[in-house]
């Protein structure tokens, strides 16, 4: 069966520092990979998806970026984080060619900007 | 464009009362219909999901059938537990994009 890992489960940074959130999928070839951030008590903002090594899609110009260095592995990175970006970070796969089937989701990360 | 639109929250029950959320949607062509719920602290589950009209989902006692007369998807328990108290998030997907349309989110609060 498929499964989702994201790491770490709780990430507390001060204003300026580097993020690195990493996502792996085991079970699964060449799933669509996504990045979420939901604000505390808000909806689902995507972020980035891809459909493939090295393919990246952004959704939302900021100060984020992603990455997909490898088939099942999805990273989000930033260089200086801001306040703003505190919030919760929900990494999903969904089986390549898909387009009806759901998304499945990891635990998340939740961090908070000092 | 696709939309999905929820009912505002928070809805607020008593144990074993029946429950609805509403969810409407826009779409062209046949979409995929899904609800996730969303525990707190946690990341968001599949709950049911329809992949044509007059499917019907269903889970763990919830149900939502898909109608495309009233391009609605809502989501009915017929006994609410205090455990179901969580956030629930109907979805729409399919089409030609890789993306799935996320409605706002309604907090369901039981109470015993």
């Known amino acids: 069966s498929q499964t989702i890992h994201q790491w770490p489960a709780t990430l507390v940074q001060p204003v300026g520092s580097p993020l690195s959130l990493e996502c792996t999928v085991e079970g699964t070839s060449n799933p669509n990979l996504y990045w979420y951030r939901q604000a505390a008590g808000r909806g689902l903002q995507l972020l980035f998806y891809?459909?493939?090594?090295?393919?990246i899609s952004s959704e939302v110009p900021q100060n984020l970026s992603a990455s997909r260095p490898q088939d099942r592995q999805f990273i989000l990175s930033s260089k200086k984080l801001l306040l703003s970006d505190s919030g919760f970070y929900l990494c999903a796969w969904r089986s390549e060619g898909g387009a009806g089937q759901p998304q499945h989701f990891g635990d998340g990360t939740r961090l908070s900007i000092l | 464009g696709n939309s999905v639109t929820q009912m505002e929250g928070p809805v607020t029950l008593s144990e074993e009362a029946f429950l609805t959320i509403n969810c409407t949607y826009t779409a062209t062509g046949y979409p995929s219909l899904f609800w996730y719920v969303q525990y707190p602290g946690e990341g968001l589950q599949l709950l049911l999901k329809?992949?044509?009209?007059?499917d019907k989902g269903s889970n763990k006692g919830f149900e939502a059938t898909y109608r495309k007369e009233t391009t609605s998807f809502h989501l009915e328990k017929g006994s609410v537990q205090v455990s179901d108290s969580a956030v629930y998030f109907c979805a729409l997907g399919g089409g030609n994009t890789d993306k799935l349309i996320f409605g706002t989110g309604t907090r369901l609060q039981v109470f015993p």
């Open positions: 891809s459909v493939g090594i090295g393919q």
């Open positions: 329809a992949t044509k009209a007059d």
